[in-house]
């Protein structure tokens, strides 16, 4: 079945430390996304990319950079881990050519930062 | 601004009884989408239902159901025959269509527990 897959599933990092978040699909979409959630405040757009060469800004950005490396793969980068960057972390990809615009998720990525 | 607004942070449901969580949002654009996204103890987003904005009849996915209110911008989730797999976190989201290039918005969610 065509899916979206983050690795690590869970991981324990200490403040400081450079940490890496992996998604990759095989859904053949054009639009990755990822988004951070923490108790109470939803779901918050981090960055967003529409092909390979687009990359956005989402709300939260500051502290996090991201490389779209290819159209099935998208990364997310910690360059310096903090505490308050403890949360659950979701990638999610959209088909451009569709109309309803519908995001598929990932399964999650359980950071914890030490 | 777009924003979507989710008042009920938790709520609770007898087995087999009914529940409709609320939804209200804001957009200045004519033509969007809406969705429900279930998240359940396995913290897999999953969607429930969706609607077209510009289409009057409600969505119905068997027991799940919506009420859309265009003039009123709001946009609840009815739940019938609730069943104890039901017990999860509901996102309301708002998306614009694919070919203007903008966001995703989420509400803060509704967590449902369904009492045996």
């Known amino acids: 079945d065509a899916d979206v897959t983050q690795t690590p599933r869970n991981r324990i990092t200490k403040t400081g430390k450079r940490i890496m978040l992996e998604c990759s699909q095989t859904k053949g979409h054009d639009r990755m996304y990822w988004y951070r959630q923490d108790p109470g405040l939803g779901l918050q757009l981090i960055y967003y990319?529409?092909?390979?060469?687009?990359?956005n800004k989402g709300e939260i950005s500051d502290g996090y950079s991201v490389s779209r490396q290819a159209q099935a793969k998208f990364s997310l980068s910690l360059e310096s881990a903090i505490p308050n960057q403890t949360a659950l972390y979701f990638c999610?990809?959209?088909?451009?050519?569709?109309?309803?615009?519908?995001?598929?998720f990932g399964p999650g990525t359980r950071l914890t930062v030490l | 601004a777009q924003t979507v607004t989710q008042s009920q942070p938790e709520m609770s449901v007898q087995e087999a009884e009914t529940v409709t969580l609320s939804c209200t949002y804001d957009?200045?654009?004519?033509?969007?989408?809406l969705f429900w996204y279930k998240q359940p103890p396995s913290r897999q987003m999953i969607l429930v239902i969706r609607?077209?904005?510009?289409?009057?009849q409600n969505a119905t996915e068997n027991r799940f159901s919506v009420n859309f209110q265009k003039a009123a911008k709001s946009f609840s989730l009815k739940i019938s025959d609730s069943q104890l797999g039901d017990t999860a976190m509901y996102f309301c989201a708002l998306a614009p269509p694919s070919n203007t290039g903008n966001q995703f918005y989420f509400g803060t969610g509704t967590s449902l527990t369904v009492i045996p």
């Open positions: 990319s529409f092909d390979v060469k687009d990359i």
């Open positions: 609607q077209e904005a510009y289409k009057q």
């Open positions: 999610a990809t959209s088909d451009s050519r569709t109309r309803y615009n519908e995001q598929f």
């Open positions: 957009t200045s654009e004519s033509n969007y989408y």
